[in-house]
């Protein structure tokens, strides 16, 4: 699976959008991207994932870069219930263990 | 609510012991993994249970081992605990073969070894 990374933290205020950035820039061509999100004293949470089109649902927006060498995660009016720790992990769809690779993620925090 | 429950929450053993954490799955969900998270890092994956057969391991020691039972809930098992298996041991379940949106995470158990 295609290394990822992230800033370590990010900071974003109440009703505005967030926007956290990860790079992978040695991502395959059948490799996905991923976004999961770790609420405090929680399990993470699946919240979108793509592999060359831009994706929306009612969590949030992942826009992928032409080359795909980096995406985007938007949370398009962010709350205090956003802050969590996001991790963006890139796989391949296959058959057998699907285990998740992942990182350190960014902690974001939502001011009031 | 994802349906899928650990238990206990929490629970402090000394090095050198025995630990066993259970994890009931979704209905419906015949797999299930297991991840170690150590205070500020991701978690690591320990390893999958497929239909009661492991099919998939992380690098972890033999001393990690698992069932999987005929109901699909699983036990994961730590023997000769030492302190850096202080972590939130979380797993996961969906239906095999599954699409990895469709695999719910339960809380975890967080395991302290003095």
């Known amino acids: 699976d295609a290394k990822t990374t992230q800033p370590t933290s990010m900071d974003c205020a109440e009703g505005r959008a967030a926007n956290l950035p990860c790079n992978h820039s040695?991502?395959?061509?059948?490799?996905?991207v991923y976004w999961y999100r770790q609420i405090h004293s929680q399990g993470p949470q699946y919240i979108i994932h793509?592999?060359?089109n831009n994706e929306t649902n009612e969590m949030a927006s992942l826009i992928i870069t032409e080359d795909r060498k980096s995406s985007t995660l938007i949370l398009p009016h962010a709350t205090l219930r956003d802050t969590a720790v996001y991790y963006c992990?890139?796989?391949?769809?296959?058959?057998?263990?699907?285990?998740?690779?992942f990182g350190q993620g960014t902690r974001l925090t939502i001011n009031p | 609510e994802t349906g899928v429950t650990q238990s206990p929450t929490h629970l402090i053993k000394t090095r050198g012991q025995q630990v066993t954490l259970r994890c009931s799955s979704q209905?419906?969900?015949?797999?299930v993994s297991w991840y170690q998270q150590a205070l500020g890092q991701g978690p690591q994956f320990i390893f999958q249970?497929?239909?009661?057969?492991?099919?998939g391991r992380g690098n972890f020691p033999p001393r990690f081992s698992g069932l999987q039972f005929p109901n699909y809930s699983s036990e994961l098992n730590v023997n000769a605990l030492e302190l850096d298996d202080s972590a939130l041991y979380l797993c996961?379940?969906?239906?095999?073969?599954?699409?990895?949106?469709?695999?719910?995470f339960g809380p975890g158990t967080r395991l302290t070894v003095l």
């Open positions: 793509g592999l060359k």
């Open positions: 209905s419906g969900h015949n797999t």
């Open positions: 992990i890139v796989r391949a769809l296959i058959q057998g263990a699907q285990k998740l690779v």
């Open positions: 249970y497929y239909r009661e057969e492991e099919n």
């Open positions: 040695t991502i395959s061509g059948n490799e996905y």
């Open positions: 996961a379940s969906r239906v095999g073969g599954g699409r990895l949106d469709e695999q719910f």
